[in-house]
Structures are given as structure tokens and as C-alpha cells.
């Protein structure tokens, strides 16, 4: 009886392991964050459920729209209130989906539980309360802690001054609790982080500043220092800063940042947006401190009729693969999705690229220019009839990572910018099939969402999320 008990001990949500959750079962729904801000539709951003199971007949719909009670909120990158960082608990449940909104500071808890086809709002926190209790706006990045509790990095104050960020901490129930970071060295800005238990230390990036980036991108902005170049090493789960790395022009705009999977390992990588270099971080040999080295870099492109001489790649969508085999980013400027091998950290290897839209796709009045001169564009297949607009951003992989789901929306005031038939007609949502041996990427034909053609207008897809584990951004303790 005593063998049979402990047998069918109930553990909490997630996996023990990384390579355990690659056993974990297949994606059968998508919760995708749509947003209607920028767009001039005066409709709130809502959580659209898509079917991903190709048994369904509703295959590649979204089968349910969960509509937010405000307008203007700029949904962004989402987060789960219990990962397998909470595997040891199993009073912790991954319930809730938190949805940070980047622009009105608004938190929403989303419960995914009751019905996982058609989830339902469970609370909002509104900005009002986190700006008196902590001085917070402009949340971006969500992850829970083993405890309970969940932690969201703001990138500034409620003026946008990035000299305001830092972290909030909510309580199991979603109360506020207040900062994280402990009073003293503080770092200039904040953007994504991942923290690495075993080795006591969490790492954030340094996007830039919110008075800066709502605006729309000019290079004069990143002269004038709105944009970061460091990574900020703090103490975990302390909360003291501890170490910056500058990047310098290597490091332009550090955007997503990942360790790898496996908990022991003391490397991970961040990408550098604007310089468009994949830079890992590895503590030093004799594990004092942390460096950091290009591992990756994507050349800027020679290129005729845009806005500059060059254009460079614009990398972003960093994601690895559960048994860290496998890196996978896009170039939002150049159109294309890459997969690099990283069994070697040192040294990644191309072995899978596909174009998916971008700047010089085909039919575009902008050109590349080789070196001797001739001029090429990128060939992007239409998917059921349906061209791929903007460039690729977001991206999402299946637990045995054999499916890469990638959305092509950045940031509304960029999508103008740069993508503005994305505005006008919407984004979309495709999937790749991965070669998990040899490596290879190849466009799936039977499986694109179209949210151009959603019931109140064209709207912009970005952040995917799946229930019961969409593992890649769980960490382990």
C-alpha cells in the first residue's frame, strides 16, 4: 500500500525535467494575444483561442475571442502563475495565464482551467494601484517563482523614463507585494530576464526607454542613449545587482533573453536587436563574475530604395529547444526564421533558415545588393492562397519540438513604421515543421490563421501560448 501511494503522489505543474517535458503531450489549442491599439480600431485587445489539433475540424481557427474590458492596452508577452519551477508543490496549479499590457500598465489573470477552450478573466490589477504602491509602468516580461508568487519586469516609470524600472512581485492570489530589487545600485534599464537558481543569479536585458521605443525607432534615439547596450546581473533571489555587462556596439538593444534549459548549466544567450549578433553569457572559469562573447552575428544587407545604405536583420523571437540542442530566432527586416545547433554553445550552426515575409520578399520596391553588384529578393511561398505579410517575430514551440508556431507582430508603433500593410490587413499565424535529427525548417501548408479577417477588423497577432505547458519558458530549480 505504502509503494502504491507513493506512486500516485500528485506533484505540482510542469515536468521534473526538461527532456521529461519533451514526453509531454501534443498542443491541441493556442491562446495568441491580439491587439487592436494602433491600429485606429477603437476595439479593446482580446485572447483569441486557436485549434492546433490537425484532428479537428476547426483545425487552424480561432475558436473563441476573449474580449478585455478597456481599450488601449498593447497586450504583449504573457506568463503562467505556476511553471515547473513549482513542480515540488503540488498544492500549485498552472491555472492562470497572466497577460502584462505594455502600454497601459494593466495586469490580467486570465483563468485557463474552467473551460481551456474558452477562457475567462479572473482579475485585473490595475496601473493606478502598482504606480502608488511601486512607481511601476510599462510591464513586459512575467515568470512565477517556485513560492508562488510572480515576478513582472516594468521598463519605467509612469512618464516612461527607463531610470523607473524594475520588478514586481505578486502574491499567489495576484495581490501586489511590491519591488523585488533591493534599494541601491540600480540599472539603467529593463526588458526581459531569466533567472538560474543553481547558480544564484538572474539576468535582465536592457531594451531601452519607453519615452523612446512608443514613439517608433530612429537611430537618433539610441545616439542620444534611450536604447540599452548592457545585461544586468543580479543576485538570486536576493534582488541586489550585482554586475553589468556592457555589450557595446556588438550588443544593441539586448531584447529576449534565455538560459539554457538544464538548470546546472551556467550559459544562455541574448539577442542583440539593432547590432544583430546572438551574444552567449557564461560565468568565468573561475566563477566569480559573468562575460560574454558573439556567437551569432547576421550581417546587415547592402540594399536599394529603403530608408538606409544597409539593412540589418533586426533579430528577435530567441527560443531554444527543451534538451538545448536546437536556437531558433527571426530577423524581422531580412523575413527569415533560423535554427541554429548548439550542442556546441560556443559554436551554433546554421542547419535550418526559411523565408516567411520581410522587407525583400518578392514583389517588394526594395532590393538586396550582392557584392558584385546583383540584386536578389527573397522567394516566400503563399500559404492556402494567402501572402505572408510583415516580417516574422513571436515564436512558440511544441514540448518534442517538432512544431515552431511563429506571428509576425512586433510593437503597433513599429508595425506602422516599418510593416504597414500589416496594420491594414492584419497579421497572421503560420506553422513550421523542425527536423529535430538533421535540423530543417519547412513551411506547413495546411495550417494558417488569418487575422486579417477577424469580426472587428484586421488586428495584430503576437505572443502564443498553449495550456497545461508550453514548457520552453519554464524554468528549473
Same mark, same amino acid.
Given at each position: 500500500?505504502?509503494?502504491?501511494? %507513493?506512486?500516485?503522489?500528485?506533484?505540482?505543474?510542469?515536468?521534473?525535467?526538461?527532456?521529461? %517535458?519533451?514526453?509531454?503531450?501534443?498542443?491541441?489549442?493556442?491562446?495568441?494575444?491580439?491587439?487592436?491599439?494602433?491600429?485606429?480600431?477603437?476595439?479593446?485587445?482580446?485572447?483569441?483561442?486557436?485549434?492546433?489539433?490537425?484532428?479537428?475540424?476547426?483545425?487552424?481557427?480561432?475558436?473563441?475571442? =476573449?474580449?478585455?474590458?478597456?481599450?488601449?492596452?498593447?497586450?504583449?508577452?504573457?506568463?503562467?502563475? %505556476?511553471?515547473?519551477?513549482?513542480?515540488?508543490?503540488?498544492?500549485?496549479?498552472?491555472?492562470?495565464?497572466?497577460?502584462?499590457?505594455?502600454?497601459?500598465?494593466?495586469?490580467?489573470?486570465?483563468?485557463?482551467?474552467?473551460?481551456?477552450?474558452?477562457?475567462?478573466?479572473?482579475?485585473?490589477?490595475?496601473?493606478?494601484?502598482?504606480?502608488?504602491?511601486?512607481?511601476?509602468?510599462?510591464?513586459?516580461?512575467?515568470?512565477?517563482?517556485?513560492?508562488?508568487?510572480?515576478?513582472?519586469?516594468?521598463?519605467?516609470?509612469?512618464?516612461?523614463?527607463?531610470?523607473?524600472?524594475?520588478?514586481?512581485?505578486?502574491?499567489?492570489?495576484?495581490?501586489?507585494?511590491?519591488?523585488?530589487?533591493?534599494?541601491?545600485?540600480?540599472?539603467?534599464?529593463?526588458?526581459?530576464?531569466?533567472?538560474?537558481?543553481?547558480?544564484?543569479?538572474?539576468?535582465?536585458?536592457?531594451?531601452?526607454?519607453?519615452?523612446?521605443?512608443?514613439?517608433?525607432?530612429?537611430?537618433?534615439?539610441?545616439?542620444?542613449?534611450?536604447?540599452?547596450?548592457?545585461?544586468?546581473?543580479?543576485?538570486?533571489?536576493?534582488?541586489?545587482?550585482?554586475?553589468?555587462?556592457?555589450?557595446?556596439?556588438?550588443?544593441?538593444?539586448?531584447?529576449?533573453?534565455?538560459? =539554457?534549459?538544464?538548470?546546472?548549466?551556467?550559459?544562455?544567450?541574448?539577442?542583440?536587436?539593432?547590432?544583430?549578433?546572438?551574444?552567449?553569457?557564461?560565468?568565468?572559469?573561475?566563477?566569480?563574475?559573468?562575460?560574454?562573447?558573439? %556567437?551569432?552575428?547576421?550581417?546587415?544587407?547592402?540594399?536599394?530604395?529603403?530608408?538606409?545604405?544597409?539593412?540589418?536583420?533586426?533579430?528577435?523571437?530567441?527560443?531554444?529547444?527543451?534538451?538545448?540542442?536546437?536556437?531558433?530566432?527571426?530577423?524581422?527586416?531580412?523575413?527569415?526564421?533560423?535554427?541554429?545547433?548548439?550542442?556546441?554553445?560556443?559554436?551554433?550552426?546554421?542547419?535550418?533558415?526559411?523565408?516567411?515575409?520581410?522587407?525583400?520578399?518578392?514583389?517588394?520596391?526594395?532590393?538586396?545588393?550582392?557584392?558584385?553588384?546583383?540584386?536578389?529578393?527573397?522567394?516566400?511561398?503563399?500559404?492556402?492562397?494567402?501572402?505572408?505579410?510583415?516580417?516574422?517575430?513571436?515564436?512558440?514551440?511544441?514540448?518534442?519540438?517538432?512544431?515552431?508556431?511563429?506571428?509576425?507582430?512586433?510593437?503597433?508603433?513599429?508595425?506602422?513604421?516599418?510593416?504597414?500593410?500589416?496594420?491594414?490587413?492584419?497579421?497572421?499565424?503560420?506553422?513550421?515543421?523542425?527536423?529535430?535529427?538533421?535540423?530543417?525548417?519547412?513551411?506547413?501548408?495546411?495550417?494558417?490563421?488569418?487575422?486579417?479577417?477577424?469580426?472587428?477588423?484586421?488586428?495584430?497577432?503576437?505572443?502564443?501560448?498553449?495550456?497545461?505547458?508550453?514548457?520552453?519558458?519554464?524554468?528549473?530549480?
Amino acid at each position: 500500500m505504502g509503494e502504491e501511494v %507513493a506512486c500516485c503522489k500528485r506533484t505540482g505543474p510542469g515536468y521534473g525535467t526538461p527532456l521529461e %517535458a519533451m514526453s509531454g503531450p501534443k498542443e491541441a489549442l493556442m491562446y495568441v494575444t491580439c491587439v487592436y491599439n494602433g491600429t485606429g480600431r477603437e476595439k479593446p485587445d482580446f485572447l483569441a483561442t486557436v485549434d492546433v489539433d490537425p484532428n479537428s475540424p476547426t483545425y487552424s481557427k480561432v475558436i473563441h475571442r =476573449l474580449s478585455l474590458p478597456y481599450i488601449g492596452d498593447e497586450l504583449h508577452h504573457t506568463g503562467w502563475n %505556476a511553471c515547473s519551477s513549482c513542480h515540488g508543490d503540488p498544492s500549485s496549479d498552472r491555472r492562470f495565464l497572466i497577460l502584462p499590457s505594455l502600454l497601459s500598465g494593466r495586469i490580467y489573470v486570465i483563468d485557463t482551467q474552467k473551460n481551456p477552450k474558452a477562457p475567462s478573466l479572473h482579475k485585473v490589477v490595475e496601473p493606478e494601484h502598482i504606480i502608488e504602491k511601486t512607481g511601476l509602468a510599462y510591464p513586459h516580461t512575467s515568470h512565477c517563482l517556485a513560492n508562488g508568487e510572480i515576478m513582472i519586469s516594468f521598463l519605467g516609470d509612469k512618464d516612461g523614463n527607463a531610470q523607473g524600472n524594475g520588478f514586481l512581485l505578486l502574491d499567489s492570489q495576484f495581490n501586489i507585494k511590491g519591488r523585488w530589487e533591493k534599494p541601491g545600485r540600480k540599472a539603467e534599464f529593463s526588458y526581459d530576464f531569466w533567472y538560474q537558481p543553481r547558480h544564484k543569479t538572474m539576468i535582465c536585458s536592457t531594451f531601452g526607454a519607453p519615452s523612446a521605443f512608443t514613439q517608433g525607432f530612429t537611430l537618433k534615439h539610441v545616439e542620444d542613449g534611450f536604447y540599452g547596450r548592457q545585461l544586468s546581473v543580479y543576485d538570486w533571489p536576493d534582488g541586489r545587482l550585482k554586475q553589468t555587462l556592457d555589450l557595446g556596439d556588438n550588443g544593441l538593444i539586448p531584447g529576449e533573453i534565455r538560459f =539554457l534549459h538544464d538548470p546546472t548549466k551556467d550559459t544562455g544567450y541574448v539577442e542583440c536587436i539593432l547590432s544583430s549578433n546572438m551574444v552567449r553569457f557564461f560565468k568565468t572559469q573561475d566563477g566569480s563574475s559573468w562575460s560574454h562573447e558573439v %556567437a551569432i552575428s547576421v550581417k546587415p544587407l547592402r540594399v536599394q530604395n529603403w530608408i538606409l545604405p544597409e539593412m540589418p536583420g533586426l533579430i528577435i523571437g530567441l527560443l531554444i529547444s527543451l534538451d538545448d540542442r536546437f536556437l531558433y530566432f527571426v530577423n524581422w527586416f531580412h523575413g527569415d526564421v533560423r535554427q541554429y545547433n548548439i550542442e556546441d554553445p560556443k559554436n551554433p550552426i546554421l542547419v535550418g533558415q526559411v523565408y516567411v515575409g520581410g522587407l525583400l520578399q518578392k514583389g517588394s520596391p526594395i532590393t538586396a545588393v550582392t557584392e558584385d553588384g546583383k540584386t536578389w529578393q527573397a522567394d516566400v511561398p503563399k500559404i492556402q492562397g494567402h501572402c505572408l505579410r510583415g516580417g516574422p517575430h513571436m515564436t512558440q514551440l511544441s514540448l518534442d519540438g517538432k512544431r515552431l508556431y511563429v506571428t509576425n507582430s512586433l510593437f503597433s508603433t513599429w508595425d506602422r513604421q516599418f510593416y504597414p500593410d500589416v496594420i491594414e490587413k492584419g497579421s497572421h499565424m503560420i506553422q513550421i515543421d523542425v527536423d529535430i535529427e538533421h535540423g530543417g525548417l519547412k513551411i506547413n501548408p495546411d495550417f494558417f490563421v488569418d487575422f486579417g479577417a477577424e469580426p472587428d477588423g484586421p488586428c495584430l497577432a503576437h505572443e502564443m501560448r498553449y495550456p497545461g505547458g508550453d514548457c520552453t519558458s519554464d524554468i528549473w530549480i
